[in-house]
C-alpha cells in the first residue's frame, strides 16, 4: 500500500479512494420538467439532473434523477412516487428537492399548490429523509425567462407568490441545507440580458439551430443543455457556502460535510472573439471536467464567421453552434475566429511544476503566473508537527514540518478579500526524499488532492501549482492532511495568484515591499527564483540591487537568495511590478 501510494500519481490516488471509499453516497434527485432527464431525440433539451453528476468525483457522488415533468409538490407526493424512492435510499444518502413551477397558484389545476400549503408538502419530504436516514436539501426553483419593462422578472419571489421565501424559512425552522438557486439564477440570468439567454440558456432555438428542432422553439421555462449546466453551477457554488450558512447548526453542517467534500474543482473556460463584432459569444464560465461544453456564436450581418480555434489556434469546428464537447481537466481558451480579424493567439502554456536545479539556468524566463499574496505557513493556528528552521532556503519564520503519519493535519484560518473568484494556488515545499508525498488540502469546502514530487533534498524548494481553486469566503478554513504513511512535504509558503489573501494570526505580511532597500548589502553570489522555484536569474560577486533586478524581472513574485563561501546571507522575497509589461 504504501509503495503503491508513494509512486503512483495523482489520478491513480483518486483511483485508488475510488475502489476504498467509505464515504460514497447517492443523491436523489427530485423535481419537475426544469430538473428531469431528457431523450437524445430532444437535445438539447436538458434538465439539471441530468448534468449535475460532472460537478462531483463520480466515486463519492452518484446522482438518482427521478425528476419528473408536469409535478408539483403535492403531485410527486400524490403520484406515489416519494414512496417508492424509499428502497433505493440508503442512510447518509442525499435527497435534493426542487420544487415551484407547477406549485404557482392560479386555481387552475389540481397539482398547483397555494402559497400558504407549500411548507406542509415539502414538510412530507423532510420527514420522509429524516426518517431514511437521509439528508435532504432544498433547492429554490431557478427563475424563468419572463420580463416586463426591460427588467427580468423574479415570479417565484413576488407578492403573493413568494414559493421561494417559503422555502427559505422552511429550511431555517428544519435546520436543513437551503440551495438558493433562484437567486443565483435570477442574479446572473438578468445581467446576461434577454437576447444571450433566450439563445444561449433557455430552450429556445431557431429553426434549423438544431436538428431536433427544425421549427425552432420558443420557451422561456425550460433549458438547453448549456442553460442546465448553468443551474448545476450555481447549485455547486451553493453547496460549496454551505459550511458558512448562517442558519445550520454545526450538526446539520457536518451532516453536509461530505456532500461538500465531493465536488469537483471548476476551470475556467474562456470563449474569445479574433475581433470585435457586434452580436452574441458564449460567456466565459467556470466548468468542471467532464461538463458538457456548447460553444456558440451569434453574429450580425457583416460578420463572418470562419472556425472555433482551440488554446494552441488549431481548428476545432466550422459549426457556430459547436456542442458534443466535455470541459477539460484544467482552464482553457477558444476563439471564435472572424475573417478580417487578428491571427489567432496560443493561450499560455500551463507552468510546470518540475524542479530545477539552482545551477541549470542563468537566463531570465517569463514567468507565466503571478503569484499576488503570499503567507508563511511555518505556525499553523494548530497541527501535529513542528515549526522547524533546520533546513536552508526557507522564506520568513520557518516550515512546518508536518508528522509523518497517515492523516497528520496543519490548519490555518486565512481571509481573503476576494469573494466568487478563481485563483491559481502555489505551494512551497520541500520533500527530500525519493517518493512522492501526497496530502489532501481543503480550502473553503473544496478538497483538492495533491502530490509533491521528490525536490532531491530538503534544502532544495520547489513550488507545486493548483490550478481552478475557487475562493468564495471572507475567512476560510484552510487544511493539510497527510495522504501518506510518511506524512507531508515540508511547507514554507502558501501564495495565491489574487491580491488579498492573509492569515489573520499574522501580525506582518511577509511579502517585502520591493522598495525597501536591505539593510546589509555584502558581495556574495545572487540567486533570483521564480514563483515555480526555477532559478532565472543568477549573479557572481555582486551585491543585491532591487532595482537592478526590478529593470531585467518580469512581473511576479520571486526568491532572492544570496550565498557567501556556502553559507546564506540572504533570503528574501520580491515583487515585481514590472514596466516591462
Ligand atoms: C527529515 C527532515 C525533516 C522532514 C522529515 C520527513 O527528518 O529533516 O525536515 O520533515 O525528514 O521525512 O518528513
Redesign the pocket.
Known amino acids: 500500500m504504501k509503495k503503491i501510494l508513494t509512486s503512483l500519481f495523482l489520478l491513480f490516488v483518486l483511483v485508488n479512494i475510488a475502489k476504498t471509499n467509505p464515504s460514497s453516497f447517492t443523491i436523489h434527485v427530485i423535481g419537475d420538467s426544469t430538473v428531469s432527464t431528457y431523450n437524445q431525440s430532444v437535445y438539447p433539451q436538458t434538465g439539471w439532473g441530468q448534468v449535475i453528476a460532472s460537478f462531483f468525483h463520480s466515486d463519492r457522488a452518484q446522482i438518482n434523477n427521478v425528476a419528473i415533468g408536469g409535478r408539483s409538490s403535492k403531485t410527486f407526493f400524490t403520484d406515489g412516487r416519494l414512496n417508492s424512492l424509499k428502497s433505493q435510499v440508503k442512510a447518509g444518502d442525499y435527497l435534493f428537492i426542487q420544487f415551484g413551477h407547477n406549485d404557482r397558484y392560479f386555481g387552475t389545476n389540481a397539482r398547483q399548490v397555494p402559497l400558504d400549503s407549500f411548507s406542509y408538502f415539502l414538510e412530507i419530504y423532510l420527514d420522509s429523509a429524516k426518517s431514511w436516514n437521509a439528508i435532504p436539501v432544498l433547492i429554490s426553483p431557478m427563475v424563468m425567462n419572463a420580463w416586463k419593462n426591460d427588467q427580468m422578472r423574479n415570479v417565484f419571489t413576488e407578492e403573493g407568490s413568494d414559493y421561494r421565501g417559503v422555502m427559505e424559512n422552511l429550511a431555517k425552522k428544519r435546520d436543513v441545507a437551503f440551495l438558493d438557486l433562484n437567486t443565483k439564477s435570477y442574479e446572473d440570468l438578468k445581467s446576461w440580458g434577454f437576447s444571450y439567454i433566450s439563445s444561449f440558456i433557455y430552450h429556445s432555438y431557431e429553426p434549423e439551430d438544431y436538428p431536433n428542432w427544425p421549427q425552432g422553439s420558443n420557451d422561456g421555462t425550460h433549458f438547453q443543455e448549456n442553460g442546465s449546466v448553468s443551474n448545476s453551477r450555481w447549485i455547486a457554488e451553493e453547496i460549496a457556502s454551505l459550511s458558512s450558512a448562517t442558519h445550520l447548526s454545526n450538526e446539520a453542517k457536518s451532516s453536509l460535510l461530505p456532500l461538500i467534500n465531493a465536488l469537483k474543482p471548476l476551470h475556467p473556460v474562456e470563449v474569445k472573439t479574433n475581433k470585435n463584432i457586434s452580436g452574441i459569444l458564449s460567456k466565459t464560465a467556470l466548468f468542471p471536467a467532464g461538463a458538457p461544453l456548447t460553444l456558440r456564436v451569434k453574429a450580425a450581418e457583416g460578420d463572418n464567421f470562419e472556425y472555433w480555434a482551440d488554446e494552441n489556434c488549431k481548428e476545432v469546428s466550422r459549426s457556430k453552434i459547436y456542442y458534443g464537447i466535455k470541459a477539460p481537466d484544467k482552464a482553457t481558451t477558444y476563439t471564435a475566429i472572424f475573417k478580417g480579424g487578428s491571427t489567432c493567439v496560443e493561450a499560455t502554456p500551463p507552468p510546470s511544476s518540475s524542479s530545477e536545479s539552482i545551477t541549470s539556468s542563468s537566463s531570465v524566463v517569463q514567468n507565466p503566473i503571478e503569484i499576488l499574496s503570499w503567507v508563511d505557513m511555518a505556525n499553523p493556528d494548530s497541527g501535529s508537527g513542528s515549526t522547524?528552521t533546520?533546513?536552508e532556503g526557507f522564506t520568513g519564520d520557518g516550515?512546518w514540518?508536518?508528522d509523518?503519519f497517515w492523516g497528520s493535519q496543519a490548519f490555518y484560518q486565512l481571509e481573503s478579500k476576494n469573494a466568487s473568484t478563481n485563483a491559481v494556488l502555489a505551494i512551497r515545499y520541500?520533500n527530500?526524499?525519493p517518493d512522492a508525498?501526497n496530502m489532501k488540502l481543503s480550502l473553503d469546502g473544496w478538497t483538492y488532492l495533491l502530490s509533491f514530487p521528490p525536490t532531491l533534498s530538503?534544502d532544495t524548494w520547489d513550488t507545486l501549482f493548483v490550478e481552478g481553486v475557487w475562493i468564495d469566503a471572507v475567512t476560510m478554513p484552510l487544511v493539510l492532511e497527510s495522504e501518506s504513511e510518511?506524512?507531508?512535504?515540508?511547507i514554507d509558503a502558501i501564495g495565491f495568484s489574487v491580491f488579498g489573501l492573509t492569515r489573520p494570526s499574522l501580525s506582518t505580511s511577509v511579502v517585502k515591499n520591493s522598495k525597501n532597500k536591505t539593510p546589509m548589502n555584502p558581495v556574495m553570489s545572487i540567486f533570483v527564483f521564480d514563483a515555480q522555484g526555477v532559478c532565472v536569474l543568477q549573479q557572481k560577486n555582486s551585491s543585491l540591487e532591487e532595482d537592478r533586478l526590478l529593470s531585467v524581472l518580469a512581473s511576479g513574485t520571486y526568491f532572492i537568495k544570496g550565498v557567501q563561501n556556502g553559507q546564506v546571507l540572504l533570503e528574501q522575497k520580491l515583487r515585481v511590478k514590472s514596466a516591462r509589461d
Do not use: E, K, L, Y
Open positions: 522547524d533546520n533546513h516550515f514540518n508536518i509523518n520541500a527530500g526524499t508525498r530538503w510518511q506524512g507531508g512535504p515540508n
